[in-house]
């Protein structure tokens, strides 16, 4: 798939989430299905894009509906003049790599001490890297995160490249879902 066959326009309203354990979220879209069946993946995708013509490349969040969600910050929504509760204008094309995921310092940790899990880690793909880590963060607590960390460092140490039993996009496994919108 080349970024072209990606690329999508659509409109879309800007909400507030309700509740966010993600201190940063600001305010969030959902793609419409259009948007992201074009795009190459279910799970997490990076894209470049546009709102209201500014500029901005971020990794967007699967769903659990085989779709995605955008995180808007309030820097990007200042610049684009849009607003809460406003219909923005965007454009998104995958972007042609994905770039290199930042690894939690937990799993960093684990794979310093691990050489047999880090050398297989690093020899696998980037997307690859980006479901590990996104099996690892999506847990919900702290002992089932460390569990992950430690069963991810076994499983690339016994040559394991790809995490099994993984629903990046969590349509399967209902684990994934945009923020709910606050109400107005």
């Known amino acids: 798939m080349t970024s072209n066959d990606s690329y999508s326009e659509f409109t879309a309203i800007v909400y507030r989430a309700a509740q966010s354990d993600k201190a940063l979220l600001q305010a969030f879209v959902v793609l419409p299905k259009t948007a992201s069946e074009k795009l190459p993946r279910r799970g997490r995708t990076t894209v470049n894009g546009h709102i209201n013509g500014v500029a901005f490349q971020a ?28 219909s923005a204008s965007f454009d998104i ?78 349509f399967y496994s209902k684990a994934f879902s945009a923020p709910k919108a606050a109400p107005d």
């Open 93 to 170: 094309t995958a972007a042609e790599q994905e770039p290199e995921p930042e690894v939690p310092t937990d799993l960093q940790q684990a794979l310093a001490v691990s050489p047999d899990a880090s050398t297989v880690w690093h020899d696998t793909t980037t997307i690859a890297r980006l479901d590990w880590i996104h099996w690892i963060t999506s847990a919900k607590q702290t002992k089932t995160r460390a569990k992950r960390v430690s069963d991810a460092c076994n499983m690339l140490a016994e040559g394991k490249r790809r995490v099994c039993c993984f629903d990046p996009s969590g």
């Open 59 to 86: 990794t967007l969040e699967p769903d659990g509906q085989l779709s995605h969600w955008l995180a808007l910050s309030g820097q990007l929504l200042e610049a684009a003049g849009a607003t809460i509760g406003s």
